[in-house]
């Protein structure tokens, strides 16, 4: 029903330890958090974005020296004293980081190729470990339930992956975000061999998340009445709150943690049903859901990921979805708050936002067609 292009293509428009809950604006709530065994010197590349300043804070706990570099567009209060370089590396300006030493470099933001290139040649032999933030749609495809780590990518089949840019990319990102984040994953182990630490997240949520795919269910939860929910609660779905995400990159590397991992959630099996009775109880929600199939919603072009957003129906092509292993990351120690917890703190960080950004919700489907699809299928049901 959906294709692996589909959900990249929708995908792109738009944790061992104590842990540390770093801002009440961001739905956490105050708390210790211990020392680490020994203080690093940690280059953030972005930081400014959705997991960076979840990563700044708890490694400023931990008792790290930080450093951030990026185009210093979006400035943040940090509760100690940070680093902040400024450069562009969509002009290959990285003069800021020339002659410096780091014991590890984070790089968030990357999804072109060059950007890694660039980074290697000022930094190679300079930092003691190099993590890449990939993702999960570097995989081929979904077909198979139970893949790890060693599932096909994709391979990038353009004319020259160093001359791929932003533009490029918005132009055709259902066919090139996947690629090329799989590429650079090749670059970022070409420039740093015997260092690198791979990390591919499925879909971030959490406050904070800019792209409401998350956020659409605990809020239209909130508002209570008739919910349209796809497909019949059974088909699976995986995520990882950015706390969680953020937290575990710093873990990482404390441990010198190398190789590659996926890093999603739960921790135990979720299915849609589940996902929406959890988040419903957490919130007090009053609302019912109405289940439809997804053979109906497709007939109605309702699509799933976009106007339902965390579902893909788990059947066909997209029987893996959902169902990729993460035991590589657990045994590594990722772990994951309750879902009640990330659906509390979600619903109060969208609460808190301005009432223009509250007017509408940037992922799922609007309230009239809704009530439109729910109609359509009493009516078919006589």
């Known amino acids: 029903m959906t294709s692996r292009r589909d959900v990249l293509r929708l995908a792109g428009a738009g944790a061992i330890g104590l842990s540390l809950r770093p801002s009440a604006a961001l739905g956490d709530e105050a708390g210790p958090v211990g020392k680490a065994a020994k203080p690093l010197r ?3 590349l972005g930081g400014t974005g959705f997991t960076g300043p979840h990563q700044v804070r708890y490694a400023l706990a931990r008792g790290h020296k930080l450093t951030l570099f990026n185009r210093g567009r979006r400035p943040k209060e940090w509760p100690a004293p940070v680093e902040e370089l400024v450069g562009d590396r969509n002009t290959s300006d990285l003069k800021a980081l020339a002659g410096r030493e780091w014991d590890v470099c984070i790089d968030n933001p990357t999804t072109l190729p060059f950007w890694v290139r660039d980074a290697g040649q000022v ?9 890449f933030i990939s993702t999960l749609s570097v995989y081929a495809g979904e077909k198979d339930p139970g ?11 353009g004319q020259d992956p160093m001359k791929e840019t932003n533009e490029t990319l918005r132009a055709d990102v259902e066919g090139l975000y996947g690629p090329l984040k799989a590429r650079s994953e090749k670059e970022a182990s070409a420039w740093f061999p015997g260092i690198t630490t791979v990390i591919r997240p499925g879909l971030i949520v959490g406050p904070g998340d800019e792209s409401d795919r998350f956020t659409y269910w605990p809020v239209r939860l909130d508002r209570g009445g008739e919910v349209l929910a796809p497909g019949d609660g059974t088909d699976p779905v995986q995520f990882v709150d950015a706390r969680d995400l953020a937290e575990w990159t710093i873990r990482v590397v404390e441990a010198r943690t190398l190789g590659v991992f996926n890093a999603m959630g739960p921790a135990a099996p979720l299915t849609m049903g589940g996902l929406l009775d959890g988040t419903g109880v957490a919130i007090g929600s009053k609302a019912g859901l109405t289940w439809v199939p997804a053979d109906f919603l497709e007939q109605q072009k309702v699509s799933p990921w976009g106007d339902m957003p965390v579902w893909v129906p788990g059947t066909g092509d997209n029987a893996g979805f959902g169902r990729r292993k993460n035991a590589r990351a657990t045994a590594a120690g ?14 109060a960080w969208w609460k808190a936002q301005p009432a223009e950004r509250q007017s509408k919700l940037r992922a799922g489907i609007a309230p009239d067609r809704e009530a439109q699809v729910l109609a359509a299928w009493k009516a078919k049901r006589g």
């Open 334 to 347: 990722l772990t994951f708050r309750p879902l009640a917890d990330t659906a509390k703190d979600t619903l």
């Open 42 to 44: 940690i280059l953030i």
């Open 147 to 157: 893949q790890d780590e060693t599932a096909p990518v994709f391979e990038y089949k």
């Open 123 to 131: 930094l190679k032999g300079r930092v003691g470990q190099y993590v």
